[in-house]
């Protein structure tokens, strides 16, 4: 499997809604990240993972919370959102921890806030 | 501070035609680009590596740290290779992390 997949994705969700983002990949890759991406703009870093452990945070509001079970899955969890977070979340991974390896994107979810 | 720079929001060109999307990169380290494409309903995928050299889908890009520039060339260009073009720049940002950040994005279309 070379792919990095997303799930779910759409997702429509009230300002008090609870809500979970899930990205895989089975490529056997070390570092994992979430980015955001609003409409004809590039991708922004939100989280790393590395080794299954948190080594950047770009200053993310804490409505954002990320996981990391295990070294193939990464969540990204959501609660009491704005409706300007809505956008295309993108998960990615590359390959030996956070090198400067080419990261490989899944197709996002995308997201609306009402 | 680690910048990259694509001049051109939008490039237009008709098929058959050379293209050349310009990227342009600021950062005092050793650096590692990319050329990132994303079709229209399709998810961003790696076009090109400095490293590696390679040509995909006719695309070249050279990296002339004299002009810190990695501009992407293919001299035919093809209808489908209609889409956006993303520039980025692999930085060290300490201790053992790595950023990727990217241009803005050049929008490519290439008319019949």
């Known amino acids: 499997d070379t792919e990095v997949t997303q799930t779910p994705k759409h997702l429509v969700m009230g300002m008090t809604n609870k809500k979970s983002l899930k990205c895989e990949q089975h490529m056997g890759h070390r570092a994992m990240y979430w980015y955001k991406q609003k409409a004809k703009k590039p991708p922004e870093l939100m989280f790393v993972y590395s080794y299954e452990k948190l080594s950047i945070n770009e200053s993310v509001p804490s409505r954002f919370s990320p996981e990391c079970p295990n070294s193939s899955l990464l969540n990204l969890h959501l609660h009491a959102l704005q409706p300007e977070d809505s956008a295309l979340y993108l998960c990615?991974?590359?390959?030996?921890?956070?090198?400067?390896?080419?990261?490989?994107f899944g197709p996002g979810t995308r997201l609306t806030v009402t | 501070a680690q910048r990259v720079t694509q001049p051109e929001k939008l490039l237009s060109v008709f098929k058959g035609a050379p293209v050349e999307l310009k990227c342009n990169y600021s950062?005092?380290?050793?650096?590692?680009l990319f050329w990132y494409v994303q079709y229209s309903r399709q998810r961003l995928q790696l076009l090109l590596r400095?490293?590696s050299r390679e040509s995909i889908k006719g695309f070249t890009a050279d990296l002339n740290k004299g002009e810190t520039s990695f501009h992407l060339k293919k001299p035919f260009a093809q209808e489908e290779d209609s889409a956006m073009y993303y520039c980025?720049?692999?930085?060290?940002?300490?201790?053992?992390?790595?950023?990727?950040?990217f241009g803005k994005g050049t929008l490519l279309t290439v008319n019949p």
């Open positions: 950062y005092s380290g050793s650096p590692e």
């Open positions: 400095h490293i």
């Open positions: 990615a991974s590359s390959q030996g921890g956070t090198g400067p390896y080419e990261q490989y």
């Open positions: 980025a720049l692999s930085y060290h940002s300490g201790g053992s992390n790595y950023k990727l950040t």
